[in-house]
Each structure stands twice: as C-alpha cells, then as structure tokens.
C-alpha cells in the first residue's frame, strides 16, 4: 500500500535498493516507532512519510532519552 501512494520508497536509488519503505511498513503493521538520523520534514525523507501515515518517530537522542540509557 505504500509503494502504491509512494512509489519512490520502491524505486532504486545509485543502483542501491531502499529500505526507507519497508521499515515504515513494518512500523506501521506492527505498531513500532521509527528511529532514524533523518532531520528536517518534507519530500521523501522518513520523518515527513511518518508524519502522513500517524507513525510515531524519533531520533536516536530521543531514544536514549526515553530508554533512560546512561553511560
């Protein structure tokens, strides 16, 4: 269903495939939250595509936080 709304998630890229689709997906299926590096919103980048289909996402630093992880 993603591919069909996004069909930039499944094209290649540099001749790499791209997984931004399929860990959305998953996300989306089984209730995860996405962690990524991406900043800012907007095109095709993972915060914005989130942000579309109401899938909770966050930053590596968000994560810690939440995790309370301590180092």
Do not use: H, M, N
Not at 49 to 54: G, V
């Amino acid at each position: 269903q993603l591919a069909k709304e996004y069909p930039t998630l499944a094209k290649e890229r540099l001749g790499r495939s791209r997984a931004d689709g399929f860990v959305i997906a998953l996300a989306q299926v089984r209730g995860y939250t996405v962690v990524t590096a991406e900043s800012g919103r907007g095109g095709e980048k993972i915060p914005s595509l989130c942000d579309a289909e109401s899938i909770p996402c966050i930053s590596p630093a968000d994560l810690i936080e939440k995790e309370g992880w301590g180092f």
